[in-house]
């Protein structure tokens, strides 16, 4: 049945559809999309040549041994070359911007520290990372100048330009990944410090050593052991061991209780390490956070081109724009994740404030409530205190609440220069007609060709034709037998084992850490490593306990740390990965994800039915059979508790317990 698209909202600003804002036809987008970067330029190709490149650079790279004339030490220069290698391998694919800079600079780097006194295998692959590198600059160049064509050809086909509607909400766009991006520079500041400090504090003993001669007598993995002139026995941490033979003579240098081998001085490998574990995260969402600040504040900065579009959400909260006159919406041009640009609940604006507006949103909205929906303090029914809480009426709606409820194609004034990775403002309409204001709130993607978006939304139900045929479309699996009373879902044997398992491993790993903190000190890789523990430790404990309730009132969905609620009337389909876990997108826009321990081919083939499909087959087949679904509400017992905090809690514990014992 084919579909008429909601009309654009009533004005709110001086742009509107009135105004004259010029229809995006489809073959002005047609024209926009072809102006899209080339497909050598895709960032696969800079990434694979680099990722290429360079491990064949280190594969053939020369190691020269420790030796007395020609000591190891710190190598800063060499971090710096494999921070920006690293680091490339992200910003090739997502921040052109830095490409530009750092592309250049590990050229630099890689020209003063490797082509000199190389050998041909290190000189041809060191001549290759070159060449990928000035793709990669060329590639980036590219996807820019790109961006720049899509962006004049937009300015060009508007012919309007308007300021936003007004009131704008305050700029908020980059905040966090610029506040983290910080804090993560400062604290790879403090590591280069810490380093700096190790360098010169060896520097000191070394100028007040005593040089001794000695015969290296046995070694292992970590040191080696050495016997002096006089008897002495000694044993010296190395990094190196395996350059030091049985047999052969070494210079021990000796300042009261500090002794080291003279060709092993202080490497600062340990912050080296935090450095890039914290320094590349840092830049990366410091540069990502700056960038979205100034293209949302160039889009606040004065009138932008206007265009008239057809938008749509589909299944994964993606909202998808379409050409103006593409009212069946089946040829998406760009999509991007929004959020309501609403303003403060004191200020005027397409919400309603919670003073003048509250009896007119009230008497609006009676219609649609329930008997008891505003009863008295003194009523007879008492509210459940375990039931889903209430949504706010006066609280500024996200865009699951605009298209929750089976959208169909909108029309809507799109405000500035769609291109890729830019920053866009929407003007479309709630499910009453009331307009509404969206702002991107990730960057602008366009789908590479013969990729298609997720599936939308299924169309309004304007009949009850329409219900009976998409309750028809899905099936009821056979497993699921319904009283009325809630359902439930949980773990496994396997999954409860295995969870098991993955928890007693890491605390005994949680254990011998923190033991091995208060031993031998704090040390990068130590502290590394416990943030890696208890990172696992969350999937453990989902893993063993984790549970997803149905009830009259929706799904309670119950993970590591909280339990979650949503409605029957917000819940978006329930998805079966080939990797063997279970996804959904939540009404605020996150995803929660259920791992799982199956192999999805290996069931398949086997015949087996795993209990994760299962369960997402018979939550859609509630989903969309609302008479199938639980009639009674369940307690808060009944919904699981989440295992993370007392899991936690019991590692902590041993921890403790085992680090001070």
Not at 225 to 231: A, E, I, Q, S
Not at 403 to 422: H, I, K, Q, V, W
Request: hydrophobic content about 45%.
């Amino acid at each position: 049945m084919s579909q008429t698209p909601a009309p654009i909202p009533a004005p709110i600003s001086p742009c509107s559809a009135s105004a004259g804002a010029p229809l995006w036809s489809s073959e002005e987008a047609a024209r926009w999309s072809h102006l899209r970067h080339a497909s050598w330029a895709r960032p696969l190709w800079s990434v694979l040549a680099l990722l290429i490149t360079v491990v064949w650079a280190i594969a053939v790279a020369p190691e020269p041994p420790c030796t007395d004339a020609v000591p190891c030490g710190a190598d800063w220069p060499g971090m710096v070359e494999v921070g920006l290698a690293a680091g490339l391998l992200y910003w090739l694919a997502r921040l052109p911007e830095l490409t530009l800079v750092a592309a250049p600079a590990l050229a630099v780097v890689v020209a003063r520290l490797e082509l000199p006194d190389a050998g041909p295998d290190s000189l041809a692959a060191n001549l290759c990372v070159l060449v990928a590198l000035a793709f990669g600059w060329v590639a980036a160049r590219e996807r820019l100048a790109a961006r720049r064509r899509q962006r004049d050809l937009v300015e060009g086909a508007a012919g309007v330009r308007c300021p936003l509607p007004e009131p704008l909400a305050p700029l908020r766009r980059g905040m966090i990944p610029i506040a983290a991006g910080l804090v993560l520079v400062a604290v790879a500041a403090f590591f280069v410090a810490q380093g700096l400090s190790g360098v010169r504090d060896d520097e000191r003993h070394t100028a007040r050593a005593v040089r001794t001669v000695v015969k290296v007598v046995g070694r292992n993995d970590e040191s080696v052991r050495v016997r002096t002139d006089d008897g002495r026995r000694l044993t010296l941490d190395s990094l190196y061991p395996e350059d030091h033979r049985t047999g052969s003579a070494v210079t021990v240098l000796e300042d009261g209780s500090w002794r080291r081998l003279a060709s092993e001085p202080y490497d600062a490998m340990g912050p080296q390490f935090g450095v890039l574990a914290v320094g590349l995260p840092g830049l990366s969402l410091l540069v990502t956070g700056l960038l979205a600040r100034r293209r949302a504040a160039s889009l606040r900065r004065g009138p932008v081109p206007v265009l008239r579009v057809v938008e749509r959400m589909d299944d994964d909260g993606l909202v998808w724009i379409h050409a103006g006159d593409d009212t069946a919406a089946r040829h998406p041009v760009l999509g991007a994740q929004f959020v309501a640009d609403a303003p403060g609940t004191n200020e005027r604006g397409p919400w309603p404030s919670a003073t003048a507006d509250r009896d007119q949103y009230r008497h609006r909205d009676s219609s649609h409530a329930t008997p008891d929906a505003y009863a008295t303090p003194n009523s007879e029914s008492a509210p459940d205190p375990f039931a889903a809480p209430a949504p706010d009426p006066f609280a500024a709606p996200d865009p699951e609440s605009l298209f929750s409820s089976a959208t169909r194609p909108r029309e809507a004034l799109l405000f500035g220069s769609p291109y890729d990775g830019g920053e866009l403002l929407l003007v479309t309409t709630f499910r009453d007609g009331e307009p509404a204001v969206l702002r991107t709130s990730g960057s602008v993607r366009m789908p590479y060709p013969g990729r298609q978006p997720g599936r939308a939304p299924h169309p309004e139900a304007d009949t009850a034709t329409t219900d009976e045929a998409r309750a028809a479309a899905t099936p009821v699996p056979a497993t699921l037998i319904t009283t009325g009373r809630p359902l439930s879902w949980g773990p496994g044997t396997l999954a409860r084992a295995g969870g098991a398992a993955l928890a007693l491993a890491m605390i005994a790993g949680v254990a011998v850490d923190a033991r091995s903190l208060v031993t031998d000190g704090i040390g990068v890789r130590e502290v590394f490593f416990l943030l890696c523990l208890l990172t696992w430790l969350g999937t453990a404990a989902e893993l063993i306990n984790w549970r997803v309730t149905a009830d009259s009132s929706g799904v309670w969905l119950t993970g590591v740390w909280k339990v979650r609620h949503v409605p029957w009337d917000r819940l978006r389909p329930v998805r079966y990965t080939k990797e063997g876990s279970v996804e959904t997108r939540l009404p605020d826009g996150t995803d929660w994800r259920l791992p799982g321990l199956g192999m999805p081919k290996l069931e398949r083939r086997f015949g087996l039915d795993p209990s994760l499909a299962r369960m997402a087959q018979e939550i859609n087949a509630l989903r969309h059979h609302p008479e199938l679904r639980p009639t009674e509400p369940t307690d808060r017992r009944a919904r699981g508790l989440p295992l993370g905090p007392a899991l936690l809690t019991l590692t902590t514990a041993v921890a403790l317990a085992w680090a001070f014992h």
